[in-house]
């Protein structure tokens, strides 16, 4: 397998009438990376996440994916069923909100367990054992298996959406704001839990974000975000210590040790 | 033996937008060559520059303009100031070793695993790493009940130790110490000087800022002074 990103954005721009939401990005991913991409709220990142997963169309620019064979895909080229199998096996997507990641109304096991099954996957004990491994490690108790996430906390639903995302062990996982809704006290424990899988892994993420904190823990490399263009980009703790763009420096002078 | 680090031509300046965009210029035409078994020390008044030269020779501030060469252990030379992130991460794994004047404490992780990182980082299994974090940690008198514990609790000395540990658990060719034994007490002091001569000993080339005048005189080779470009406002 030749050595390459996995994943790499050129010059992609989305208009909503006159707002540029995302105006001309590049940016590289590497395999095992962790690139977070910060910004305060209305800079563009969910934007760019949906058009890097494939989930909305750019007007103009390229997605290109590298499968583990090596073969480059364009994600907007390569038609709506391929980018779906992509996103139930090689890639993940774990939302702000767990009600759009999760059903609400299937036990956690279902939960867990479907993605296996959309994956592939066919046996029933395989599947449960599986899922309940998942549950563990997410630091849900195994007798709530057959619980509805309807029942559970918030920061329980997305230690559950990470599990359902997880379990297929994608390449790729996209995440937007992950702790975003969640309270302080159970953010930490998140973050802890999504730093140690993703090593863990070797998964390749791109981690959107305003919560510079969450950032310095979790990201090789950092992307700043304004009025849909990228400022500033660089290794995490130099982007963080070493601002140089002002609004950088507005972003991390906003933020108490982070 | 040729030189482990050498930097040339090294400038930083920093420009604060929130300022009123003021420039604050701190090192210019700074140049720092280091043998392997040496440790230089770094000298000068408050607010010269030192800890931002260690930061420039870490990678975590980026040079204005300048090189700096790091000899890899495979005996190949990068130059930091033009690396990329990934370069950077992968000079950090394998050739610079750090102990930072404050522990950055990571929630919920023990501080067994924070000292078995670097050599987890370089394929070493985890029990292997985890056993070598722990004997250093009891080496820097550590009580062992707090080795599974996350340090953010922990006393300035208690979390220094742990700094000093992860530093010097892996074999780093270059190793950058900013005051390390800023908050230890006199029985520490002596095993981090012992840690250093033995780390001389292996080769390591080390660049230091000692408060202790005591502790620069006994591990340090040469003293490089850092002097001030302007008066202090
Ligand atoms: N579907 C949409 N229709 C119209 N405007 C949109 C749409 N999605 C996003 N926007 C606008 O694009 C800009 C960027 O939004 P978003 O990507 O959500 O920012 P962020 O995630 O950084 O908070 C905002 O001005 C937002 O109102
Ligand atoms: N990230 C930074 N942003 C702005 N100014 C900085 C930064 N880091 C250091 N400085 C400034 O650089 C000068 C030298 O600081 P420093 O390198 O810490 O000196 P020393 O370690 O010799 O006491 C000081 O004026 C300090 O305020
Ligand atoms: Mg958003
Ligand atoms: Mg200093």
Redesign the interface.
Known sequence: MSDGPILSARDVSIAFGAVRAVDGVSLDLWPGEVLAVVGESGSGKSTLLRLLAGEARPDAGTVLYRDPSGATLDVHGMGEPARRRLARTEWGFVHQDPRDGLRLAVSAGGNVGERLMASGARHYGDIRTEAARWLERVEIPAARIDDAPRLFSGGMRQRLQIARTLVTRPRLVFMDEPTGGLDVSVQARLLDMIRALVADLGIAVILVTHDIAAARLLAHRLVVMRHGRVVEEGLTDRVLDDPRHPYTQLLVSSVLAA | MSWTLKAEGLAKG?????QGSIEIPVLRDAALEVSPGECVALSGPSGAGKSTLM?LLQ????ADSGCILLRRPDGSVADLAGAS??E??ALRRDTIGHVSQFLRV????PAVEIVAEPLVARGISREEARARASALLHRLNLPERLHALPPATFSGGEQQRVNLARGFVADFPLMLLDEPTASLDAANRDVVIALIGEAKARGAALVGIFHDAEVRDRVADRVLEVAPLREAA
């Open positions: 920093f420009t604060l937008h929130l930061r990678g975590n501030y980026g992130p990934r950077v991460i990571i929630p919920r992780v």
